[in-house]
């Protein structure tokens, strides 16, 4: 996820919209808040409280009918990127018109890729596009070190030491993280 947010080549201060609330999510916006980012996220209720603690701006409910209102009362004049972390093109074309002109899309979930479609007649502008052929983890390594290290990443965030699952019981711990009883 961090190679992929650097790929971008965000700016500190810029301003980041993040679609999702899962794990994935959840790395981008330690991500975000590291690389000195205002984050901005959209995602499920639940995880509301998790994201805030990551450093979110705003979090709102993709649930709420009055999310687009609550994105724009806190915007100034739009966000520089929007990252789809869950990969259906929904919720991307409802905020597509937040994002600055020039700014940059990354689509880094694959749930509806074989037929995700971005509206472009939704954008401001031009906009660069982003996602995930280009993937080069180790890249990211030495970096992730570094925040692990200075304490700015904590692998506990991701992990409930209360649901542990041994190999036998992969089917147990998939049912859990799709019932969303763990991250």
Same mark, same amino acid.
């Given at each position: ?8 080549? %965000?700016? &500190? ?9 899962? $794990? ?5 916006? *330690? !991500?975000?808040?590291n ?9 499920g ?9 990551s ?8 649930? +709420?009918?009055?999310?687009?209102s ?5 915007? @100034?004049?739009?966000? @520089?990127?929007?990252? *789809?972390?869950i990969?259906?093109?929904? &919720?991307?074309?409802?905020?597509? %018109?937040?994002?600055?002109k ?6 880094y979930?694959?749930?509806? !890729?074989? @037929?995700?479609?971005? @509206?472009?007649?939704q954008?401001?502008? *031009?906009?660069?596009?982003? +996602?995930?052929q ?5 890249s990211? !390594?030495?970096?992730?070190i ?8 904590n692998?506990? *965030?991701?992990?409930?030491?209360? !649901?542990?699952? %041994? ?7 998939? $049912?859990a993280?799709h ?5």
């Amino acid at each position: 996820t961090y190679s992929f947010l650097k790929r971008m080549q %965000p700016q &500190t201060r810029q301003t980041i919209l993040l679609i999702g609330s899962g $794990a994935t999510a959840l790395a981008l916006a *330690d !991500h975000a808040r590291n690389l000195g980012l205002t984050l901005l996220a959209v995602g499920g209720a639940d995880r509301m409280e998790v994201f805030t603690k990551s450093g979110a701006k705003l979090f709102v409910s993709y649930k +709420d009918k009055e999310y687009l209102s609550k994105l724009k009362a806190e915007l @100034d004049s739009g966000v @520089d990127m929007i990252i *789809d972390a869950i990969g259906s093109s929904k &919720t991307i074309n409802e905020i597509l %018109p937040l994002l600055k002109k020039s700014g940059k899309i990354g689509v880094y979930g694959l749930d509806g !890729h074989l @037929d995700y479609k971005i @509206d472009i007649s939704q954008a401001a502008g *031009d906009f660069s596009y982003y +996602d995930g052929q280009i993937y080069d983890e180790g890249s990211a !390594h030495d970096e992730i070190i570094d925040f692990i290290e200075n304490k700015k990443l904590n692998a506990w *965030d991701y992990l409930d030491r209360n !649901h542990v699952y %041994p190999l036998e019981r992969i089917k147990d711990a998939l $049912a859990a993280s799709h019932g969303r009883q763990v991250l």
